[in-house]
């Protein structure tokens, strides 16, 4: 995790199998934001998100890597809307990205959405919003004690009626028209 320690031990061997104690080594990492590595083979993670190769070459140029990844906390999120209309029965959808305290893209993990009322919208675990009745709710994204919400109004499918003619005079009671 983000600021934690951890190290490595390298071994190496002669072309016949046969140990190489100690072995002196060079270590190297090829994005120290990520995590720093120092020749005795202790890692010190960075404070962001990321992943790197972390090398360690023999002085005859003999090398062996590992991967390091690091996972940071959420730091904020950002949803692709503050706002979003939907016709009652229609669909529509919401994206969330999560940050590091560096601004860094969080790409491994998922928030947890929600909907304030469930009876006018409901959202996927992906951010897919369904319209179920006229009205508004607040959707939320968390993660890691972050959110960030989107307001919501379901619409009626009916906007408004014209009726032709615009209004009608009758001359005496009983008269009739159509519209």
Known sequence: NAGETASFTATGAEPDGQAIVPIRLGLTSHDPSVPTVDDNGNVHAGAFQGSTTIVARAANNVAGNATVT????VDHESLSTTSLQIVHGASSSV?????DAGNHVIDDRSPTWSSSDPSVATVSSTGSVQGIKVGTATLTASAEGKS???????TSAVDHIDLTPASLSFATLGQSQSV
């Open 148 to 154: 960030a919400t989107v307001a919501v109004s379901v």
């Open 70 to 73: 690091v996972p940071a906390p």
């Open 95 to 99: 994206t969330a990205q999560m940050f």
